[in-house]
């Protein structure tokens, strides 16, 4: 018998064949979500579906966009990249003759995909890196793709790359305007019934003081010492539904004469509390223009000395208190990383 190379194992279990027929159903409303006019990128932005996003978004792209509305395509590596993504959206809200849609294949977060028209869309792009697949989509909605959509995808891809190039006037006549975003709405998580909330174990207390301590906010330069409390587990905590988005890197100076094993644990503790706060959002460093997987390997003798700067960025949907996690790494790249360090090993610190 030919293989005909269609992959069917996964409707041979009940879950397998369930989550088949969700995404079915999700895809069809996507569809008809977008009819003629709509943009595929402003549609996943508003929805701010998880089971919409990364490579099921490439399936979308593919079913949607080429198969069934013929839309031209253009894909670069980027040789180079322009500095402020976002500050595009002013040029590409011109562009009224075409339809246009961007998929980025980010090095963390995975494929993006955006509205090149809407600079909110953009910046969720993040910072764009070299030699990183950039692919634009361009199209009239219901009506035939025609050379101008590739001349526009062509245009557009070459502005990513930070060329400077002027649209031709039948880019600029046309019913493809941006419009205004609706707001992807959050979901709260409830417990099932017949279920009880486990608490937490309270902290000991210290002294005669009963209970938690208070937790200030991070506090100036010279009194910048952290009262952290310590906590077995994360509270509850909402889970929004929204585009993942990824913040600017934020660059922080050590203060100490060596970023040592006592900075790196502290920023361990740091990290970990914030993402047992926020479980959506993943935190990302970097050190000399590279990602560091590990922050064990900031550790090193002579590598990271006073005056350098590593860099962070966070990622996900409902971004928070980055400004405070800013502090406390500042904090715990200084003398005073020791305020990180009380409390058992294996529990988390509630700092935000």
Not at 80 to 101: M, N, T
Not at 242 to 256: E, H, I, L, S, W
Not at 319 to 331: E, F
Request: charged share 25%; glycine share 8%.
């Amino acid at each position: 018998m030919a293989n005909d190379g269609t992959n069917l194992e996964i409707l041979s279990t009940r879950s397998g064949f369930n989550s088949a027929v969700r995404q079915i159903k999700k895809t069809i409303g996507v569809v008809d979500a977008i009819g003629n006019t709509k943009n595929l990128g402003d549609t996943l932005f508003e929805l701010g579906d998880e089971d919409l996003l990364g490579e099921r978004a490439a399936l979308l792209l593919r079913m949607i966009l080429v198969d069934k509305m013929g839309y031209k395509t253009v894909s670069s590596n980027l040789k180079s990249v322009v500095a402020e993504p976002s500050a595009l959206a002013g040029e590409f809200s011109k562009w009224k003759g075409v339809d246009l849609i961007v998929a980025y294949h980010h090095p963390e977060m995975g494929l993006l995909v955006a509205n090149p028209k809407n600079a909110e869309e953009l910046s969720g792009l993040g910072q764009l890196r070299k030699r990183e697949l950039l692919v634009v989509y361009a199209g009239k909605g219901g009506a035939p793709a025609d050379e101008a959509c590739t001349k526009a995808a062509e245009i557009a891809a070459s502005l990513f790359e930070g060329a400077k190039i002027k649209a031709p006037p039948a880019l600029l006549r046309g019913n493809f305007a941006a419009g205004k975003l609706k707001k992807a709405k959050e979901v709260k998580e409830t417990p099932k019934r017949g279920r009880k909330a486990v608490k937490a174990p309270k902290a000991p207390a210290r002294g005669k003081a009963r209970g938690r301590p208070h937790v200030p906010s991070p506090a100036p330069e010279a009194q910048r010492v952290a009262a952290p409390v310590v906590t077995a587990s994360a509270p509850p905590v909402t889970a929004p539904k929204g585009p993942v988005k990824m913040t600017p890197r934020y660059a922080v100076v050590v203060q100490n004469e060596l970023f040592h094993n006592g900075n790196v644990e502290a920023w361990k503790r740091i990290v970990a509390s914030y993402k047992a706060k926020y479980p959506q959002l993943e935190v990302f460093i970097y050190y000399d223009g590279e990602r560091i997987l590990d922050i064990n390997s900031l550790f090193k003798w002579g590598k990271v000395k006073h005056g350098s700067a590593i860099e962070f960025a966070v990622a996900g949907s409902d971004i928070k208190d980055v400004a405070k996690l800013q502090r406390y790494l500042a904090q715990g790249a200084s003398h005073m990383f020791e305020a990180f360090l009380h409390g058992p090993v294996n529990n988390v610190l509630k700092l935000f």
